[in-house]
């Protein structure tokens, strides 16, 4: 399956009623700050390089930033730091993002979620995340040129590690997982609001992240 069709799928995926549900919602109730704004309102497909070496897995796009935009970590507290870190070491083009429509262009890069509607809370529940498991493995198999997963979060990387039958292993910041098949999975704290204004992810160690990803590639 290529990529261009499994983000169809995932665009016209209507497995999960609560979340359809949520975002349709989200879309037209809308928040003050994006009153005038048309949101996307539906599945946030995967975005980047089809061809990339890096596999970035999310967890779900926030009400108001992906499920507004369109595109993964696009318009919110989170892409700014994800696409800041990108550019600085050559994975992305520009420095931010805050439209589907301003030029930014991922290098050698692909970004996926274990949920791609936007839930409640940020919080997406377990039988969600794995009716939406099947978009991740398509992915997983149609991206024969990763080499490299990069996971955000303690729950993408639990997830990762059923896909690929590891047993045993903790989650730490920016460790590194060798799996049989030669590739690698990297870990991360998540870029999100939570972590980043209580000094958890500290934007040196968020970085270091991406330069070790960048080294080995």
Known sequence: MKVKAINKSIINCQKCPRLITYIDEVAQI????????????????????ENARLLIVG?????????????????????DWLYRAMYETGFANQAESYSSEDGLQLID????????????????LRDEILNCREH???????MQQVQIYLALGQMSFTNLCQIFQLKGL????????????????????????QNTQTGRLKWEDWLAVFQKIRNEL
Request: positive net charge; aromatic residues 10%; charged residues 20%.
């Open 30 to 49: 809308k928040v003050k700050r994006y009153r005038q704004e048309n949101y996307w309102g539906r599945p946030v497909p995967g975005f980047g390089d």
């Open 109 to 124: 890069s692909y970004i996926v979620a274990l949920a791609h509607c936007a839930p409640p809370q940020n919080k997406p």
């Open 136 to 142: 991740l493995l398509n992915h997983i198999a149609a």
């Open 170 to 193: 903790k989650f730490a910041h920016n460790r590194e997982f060798q799996l049989s098949n030669g590739k690698k999975i990297i870990t991360s704290y998540h870029p999100s609001r």
């Open 59 to 79: 967890l779900a796009p926030a009400a108001h930033g992906a499920n507004r935009t369109g595109r993964m970590f696009t318009g919110d507290s989170s892409g």
